[in-house]
């Protein structure tokens, strides 16, 4: 409160003279009053407005300011009652393969404080649920191993008080946080997790670990980027692998389940587009943590400009979810200064798995359990219903797959992007058990392919089919394939390709599944020169499988052009393993041509795809410059006058043969 004290006066013959600025009175001496006061704008003072008039004093308000000030605790006491029982002991409930069920730490400690336990085992927070369970992930074991009843705390930095004028003093604890070196210092480089905890660039450490200059660390868990925050997903991200670039392109920014039932086909794609975003430029990071039986990916088959995070043989689970997650730091860091990461987690299984495992450790534990007491309870989440357990596994998984974001401009304007590989199948719609009286009553024909159709589907439930060769190891079960999709930006199902020839031999190429491979982002992070070619290629080819299997004689099957286009799409989208990344430029070309070829009738249908390209990279082929201006090619409309130009010396170029060339 301020007081306002009236200038002292002094009699004189004259009259009233002022002390101070103000002017002397001219005139009989009179008494002080206020008014006299010149008038002042108020000035703030921290919550309330000073006013110099007391005619307009609110004294009300700066009383309620007073009592509040002096009714606020003691900040000297308040800090030896949060010193005396800085951190409450927790209580470990259960624990198998790295992770633990614990319940009693400090409810305002967040994921990713850094945890120790009583037997000097290190953990980090990893999850809290609405129950109020605690999911950790025990990260540096000691040696008689953490177990039930062993006891718990955070980790504590400091304890912080926050003044402020109003509400006076605020005192909260501020926790030590699990972090992972990020930066240059990673880079073509492979790490392991026990590497990962133990180097921080000291001289002297151990040989297994690399003696190179410390870099910055980032948090092991951030939370995810809010939506003011974002931008808008519009840049393509290039792979250089045509079934991805073409199929389900991918954007700057995204976050795109990778699905099949063969580990070595999912690995084998992952490889590629690792090769192919190195090639554009990305920095790229890839997470080996497949499952201990080897069908993960090791460091020597990958990039050697990728960052590499392996998992060694005999790898807890909870090790395993580190990696994963000290791999999307790591591009988190590249994406806050600006640049563009693109970060393969090879397997979701050990974030599956650790659920799995604590959830059904909570079930059996009172008071912790996931699930409403009410079965028939539901609650909303994003539009759906769901219940009460479902809801909290759909939170756990989301916190890492959405951790990919494209960042405003005023934020740096980098990228994170994310290809999460799930060993397993989403829901195709296809199951199937015809009755006896559905097959009577069809022609025999038809009865055949029914029964050879479910034969086939039996047989790729039981093992793998004939294309998974027995190498389709554990996959997850369809419901969680089908939730992480949801979550994700889009799903990319590899199958074996077709079109080997005998030199490549069987199984050599991959592709897409193009009926169950989507993306939700659309035609707008698609490349401008792929834009006008590739909106339709999936639905043709979905349309000709379908034909093929569902057409009941040959009027339903595509005439010979049409089956010729969808041959030399098939075969132009396959990818063939170890294969290099396919330059934009030629895949356009590529696509241009087969348009050409089966569009036009006036063209004649014999003539070979493979033979016009091998003549377009002769000398004088096309125009000299067309090329390097496709390859500079930044919009729609100049992509689109570049096809046309395109187009028309392809058209010059198939006029000038004198036959058909042979295929």
Not at 274 to 291: I, K
Request: proline letters at 8%.
């Amino acid at each position: 409160m301020v007081v306002v004290k009236a200038p002292s006066t002094a009699a004189g013959a004259g009259g009233a003279v002022c002390s101070g600025h103000y002017p002397p009175c001219r005139g009989p001496s009179r008494p002080f009053t206020p008014s006299m006061l010149p008038p002042r704008r108020p000035r703030s003072h921290g919550s309330f407005a000073v006013r110099h008039s007391v005619d307009e004093e609110d004294w009300e308000a700066e009383m309620g300011v007073f009592r509040q000030r002096t009714l606020a605790p003691n900040q000297l006491e308040t800090l030896r009652k949060y010193e005396a029982g800085a951190v409450e002991l927790g209580k470990v409930l259960f624990c198998q393969e790295g992770t633990a069920l614990v319940t009693g730490l400090n409810n305002d400690a967040e994921p990713g404080t850094a945890l120790d336990f009583s037997s000097g085992a290190q953990g980090v927070l990893l999850w809290r649920t609405s129950a109020g369970a605690i999911f950790v992930l025990v990260l540096r074991d000691s040696s008689p191993g953490v177990k039930a009843g062993d006891g718990v705390v955070c980790r504590l930095r400091a304890i912080l008080q926050v003044v402020d004028d109003a509400v006076g003093a605020t005192t909260k604890r501020d926790y030590d946080v699990v972090d992972v070196p990020v930066g240059k210092c990673l880079e073509g480089r492979t790490w392991s997790p026990d590497q990962l905890l133990d180097w921080r660039g000291q001289s002297g450490q151990a040989a297994a670990l690399p003696s190179i200059t410390p870099g910055p660390r980032a948090p092991l868990l951030a939370a995810q980027i809010p939506m003011a925050d974002r931008e808008q997903i519009a840049e393509a991200l290039y792979t250089g692998v045509p079934c991805v670039d073409v199929l389900t392109p991918l954007g700057l920014g995204q976050s795109v389940q990778l699905s099949g039932r063969d580990a070595g086909e999912r690995a084998a794609l992952c490889q590629a587009v690792a090769h192919g975003a190195v090639a554009s430029g990305l920095r790229t990071l890839y997470a080996a943590t497949g499952p201990a039986d080897g069908a993960g990916v090791g460091p020597a088959t990958v990039d050697p400009g990728v960052t590499r995070f392996v998992a060694p043989p005999g790898t807890n689970v909870a090790q395993r979810l580190y990696l994963l997650c000290a791999a999307v730091a790591a591009g988190e860091a590249v994406r806050a200064a600006g640049g563009h990461a693109l970060v393969i987690l090879d397997s979701l299984a050990p974030m599956v798995r650790a659920w799995g495992i604590l959830s059904a450790a909570a079930a059996q534990t009172p008071g912790a359990a996931l699930s409403s007491p009410d079965p028939a309870s539901r609650v909303e989440v994003e539009g759906m219903l769901v219940s009460v357990g479902e809801a909290e596994r759909r939170a756990f998984l989301s916190s890492l797959v959405q951790r990919a974001a494209k960042m405003d401009h005023r934020l740096g304007g980098g990228s994170l992007s994310l290809v999460l590989v799930v060993p397993g199948l989403p829901a195709t719609g296809t199951r199937f058990s015809p009755s006896p009286q559905l097959l009577a009553s069809l022609s025999p024909e038809r009865r055949q392919r029914l029964e050879a159709a479910a034969r086939q589907r039996s047989a790729e439930a039981a093992g793998g089919g004939a294309e998974g060769g027995g190498a389709a190891g554990p996959l997850l079960p369809t419901l969680i394939v089908e939730e992480l999709m949801s979550l994700a930006d889009g799903q990319m199902v590899v199958v074996r390709g077709e079109g080997g020839d005998a030199e490549e031999g069987p199984g050599s190429r991959l592709t897409l599944d193009p009926a169950l491979s989507v993306s939700r982002l659309g035609a707008r992070v698609f490349p401008p020169l792929l834009r006008p070619l590739a909106g339709q290629v999936r639905l043709e080819l979905a349309q000709a499988r379908d034909a093929a299997r569902f057409a009941s004689d040959a009027e339903g099957l595509p005439g010979s052009r049409g089956a010729a286009r969808v041959e030399a799409l098939t075969r132009t989208l396959s990818h063939r393993r170890g294969a290099a990344p396919v330059p934009l430029t030629r895949l356009a070309l590529r696509l241009t041509l087969i348009e050409l070829l089966h569009d036009d009738p006036a063209l004649a249908p014999g003539v070979s795809v493979e033979g016009v390209l091998r003549r377009c990279e002769g000398p004088d082929a096309l125009a000299p410059d067309l090329l390097r201006r496709m390859d500079r090619c930044g919009s729609g409309p100049e992509a689109e006058a570049l096809l046309a130009e395109l187009r028309e010396a392809l058209r010059a170029l198939v006029a000038q043969e004198p036959g058909h060339l042979s295929p």
